[in-house]
């Protein structure tokens, strides 16, 4: 697991644990502090403490010894590799005129291992083929596995007998990596603003459906609001605890109050990554 990346010592340790690597969410590297996992078990935390030139190494092979190539990628606090993992950096930022212009003295890594594992998604799918005319949200607090459910939807949507023509935007590169599929009627607009993505997908690629992951800022809600009269189905993730909390932020209540999505559907997930459903109708919400 990640063997070119981690220091050897870390490697050793990870794989002497008895542990199922299944489980394995997260891998944080630390200066200074110890390094642990996450897993859907919990925390496990890790007897090793990273030195400054195994954080410089790091760092190095993650920007293919490239810091300028990946600038604006490190100061969103994140890179995504080839296979799909997302690396969260955190460090301190260098600020000019109120935005971050460089990360530097980093002091963290967080591997967020992508989880592959096929989410029986049969009811929302229902949902979504017979009852949706405008979009569903996904929503849950982090680490729950939103882009895990998104992906087996995608599959299940771009798949089979009734298989929709489907767009999926990758912004962070997360989402397709494991719809390789030949058969899936998928296309993927990979590394592009959801902004972009969506009025790129709408004007040129005729889809049934849009895909993305984690939408929230005024930009991706004007040209969702944009979108609302084009016959496609808007499928995405945000964050949120409950209803109350996500429809409390402003670009929420916007997209809300224009009745962009007949349905949220808040997520939970048992210790066995089973997941379970909370529809709310359009309706509903208001009542929340």
């Not at 995504?80 to 955190?90: K, Y």
């Not at 299940?156 to 929709?164: F, I, K, M, W």
């Not at 084009?230 to 402003?250: F, K, M, P, Q, Y």
Request: glycine content about 6%.
């Amino acid at each position: 697991m990640l063997k070119n990346i981690l220091p050897k010592r870390f490697q050793v340790a990870i794989n002497n644990l008895d542990i199922d690597y299944g489980n394995i969410e997260e891998i944080r590297i630390r200066l200074n502090r110890q390094a642990y996992l996450v897993t859907s078990n919990g925390n496990y935390l890790l007897n090793l403490i990273a030195t400054q030139h195994e954080m410089n190494t790091i760092l190095e092979i993650i920007t293919g010894g490239s810091l300028y190539a990946h600038r604006d990628a490190l100061n969103k606090g994140y890179i995504t590799l080839d296979n799909g993992v997302r690396v969260g950096i955190a460090g301190r930022a260098g600020m000019e005129k109120g935005e971050i212009i460089g990360i530097y003295d980093v002091s963290e890594f967080s591997f967020r291992i992508p989880n592959n594992i096929k989410v029986n998604t049969n009811e929302i799918v229902d949902l979504i083929r017979n009852k949706v005319t405008g979009g569903i949200l996904i929503f849950s607090p982090p680490g729950i596995g939103k882009t895990t459910m998104l992906r087996s939807l995608a599959y299940d949507l771009s798949s089979g007998r009734y298989a929709n023509r489907t767009c999926v935007i990758d912004t962070r590169c997360e989402l397709t990596n494991s719809l390789q599929d030949k058969r899936l009627l998928i296309t993927a607009l990979i590394n592009y603003p959801r902004k972009d993505g969506i009025e790129i997908a709408i004007r040129n690629l005729n889809p049934q459906i849009i895909i993305c992951d984690e939408i929230g800022d005024e930009k991706e809600a004007d040209s969702i609001l944009k979108s609302q009269s084009s016959g496609v189905i808007l499928i995405a993730t945000a964050h949120g605890s409950n209803i109350r909390d996500l429809l409390s932020r402003e670009v929420m209540k916007r997209l809300h109050k224009a009745r962009i999505f007949d349905y949220y559907i808040r997520i939970e997930r048992d210790m066995n990554f089973s997941f379970k459903y909370h529809i709310i109708p359009w309706e509903c919400a208001n009542d929340n």
